[in-house]
Every structure is written in C-alpha cells, then in structure tokens.
C-alpha cells in the first residue's frame, strides 16, 4: 500500500483482556518498529524487527507485551491481561533505508483500558 | 525517558509571527529528524540533518543541526494557522532506533 496501515484506530478493553494490534508496513519496507505514546509525550520505543527478525525488544515494558511479524511483512502486537497503564497510542513505522533517511508513521492504535 | 529535552513545551502565537523550537541532548546521533504529528495522526518526517553545522531550509522552516550533532533548532517564519501541531525532534541510533524528545505543542491563531 501507498502508507503505512494500522488497525484497529480504536480498541477500547476491560481490564484484564488480550488485545492484538496490527500494523501493514510498505510494502518491501524491511525495517518496522512500535512505538508507544502516552498522551502529551513523544513516542517511546518498543521493539523492533528487520524482516521477520526481532533485533532489539528492549522496549517492552513487560512480559505482558509481545510483537511478532512472522512472514517478514505484517506485524502484531499482543498485549495480554491489559492494565489501565496500557491506555496509549501505540504507533507503527516502517524503513527501507535506515533511521537516517526518516520513518514513516502509521495513524497509530489509540488503546484505552476501563 | 526521553533523552532528548525539547524547549518550550508549548507555543502559542499569532499568525504571521516567527518562531523558534530547540532540542538539546548530551548523546550524539547519526542524524536528527523533525516531525510533525496532528492530532490522531502518525508522526510526519519534515526534514533529516546529518552534518554537524548543516542548514536546511523547506519554505518557511529553517532546520540547524549542532556543530557537535547533539543539538538542533526549527525556526518558521511567518508562522500560519497550517503550522499548528505538535513538533517532535528525534536522533537516530547506530542501528536505526529513533530516540524522541517530548514535543512542543505549536499553536497559531488567524
């Protein structure tokens, strides 16, 4: 596709539940992160992947949290058990030629936990 | 954490007025990026420096990056209600990790 794809825009979740996030990169875009921003904040990084690969998962704030992109090309995040600190946006990128030349941002998932 | 401290925090001012947005870090990056976000939207790359010293400008924005590369201002001249948003810094790891600052909120009013 033309840009970078997320969904669903919106989830609301009760406290306790799974939730799985979807990100669809540019197509051939090697590179793909997850970043998490809290409201009034930039984004903190999360994790991420070159191709299906996870090189760093640094981010994660807890077990809870798990990415994968099996196929090297769609990504998910889980995040299980939900807390109400998980209410966030959690946005997606993808590169295909190195941080330098710039990210480009999905919409973003906007997670709210009741 | 954010490693990279924006100033001022918020900006509001009126059309037609100039306006200057700093971010400083103690860490040197391989570039520093500037991006725009609107509300319910992602991120939206502006511009990438390099160069410690380098100058870009696209119309109205001024980007500077650092002689040390740990530093970088946004300057708009002539600032229009289009320019609101929130104005993110960002430095980019080794291996392709951006580190972001918080944001400055801009604000222009007609």
């Known amino acids: 596709g033309a840009g970078v794809s997320q969904s669903p825009r919106y989830k609301v979740a009760k406290r306790g539940q799974d939730v799985a996030l979807r990100c669809d990169p540019i197509?051939?875009?090697?590179?793909l992160f997850w970043y998490q921003q809290a409201l009034g904040q930039g984004p903190e990084f999360l994790t991420y992947f070159q191709n299906e690969a996870q090189l760093d998962k640094s981010g994660l704030p807890s077990d809870r949290f798990f990415a994968e992109r099996p196929e090297g090309s769609v990504s998910t995040l889980k995040i299980q058990r939900t807390q109400q600190e998980d209410s966030a946006v959690y946005l997606c990128?993808?590169?295909?030629?190195?941080?330098?030349?710039?990210?480009?941002f999905g919409s973003g998932t906007r997670l709210t936990v009741v | 954490t954010q490693l990279l401290e924006q100033s001022p925090q918020f900006l509001s001012i009126q059309e037609g007025e100039n306006l200057t947005v700093y971010c400083n870090s103690s860490s040197v990056f391989s570039s520093l990026q500037w991006y725009r976000q609107e509300p319910g939207e992602g991120p939206v790359l502006l511009v990438t420096v390099v160069t410690g010293g380098e100058v870009k400008k696209l119309k109205r924005l001024t980007f500077q990056f650092g002689d040390a590369r740990k530093d970088s201002s946004l300057h708009i001249t002539a600032a229009q209600p289009g320019d609101t948003g929130l104005y993110l810094c960002?430095?980019?790891?080794?291996?392709?990790?951006?580190?972001f600052g918080a944001g400055t909120q801009v604000v222009v009013t007609p």
């Open positions: 990128a993808s590169s295909d030629q190195g941080a330098d030349y710039g990210y480009t």
């Open positions: 960002a430095g980019a790891m080794s291996w392709g990790k951006l580190q």
């Open positions: 197509s051939g875009h090697v590179s």
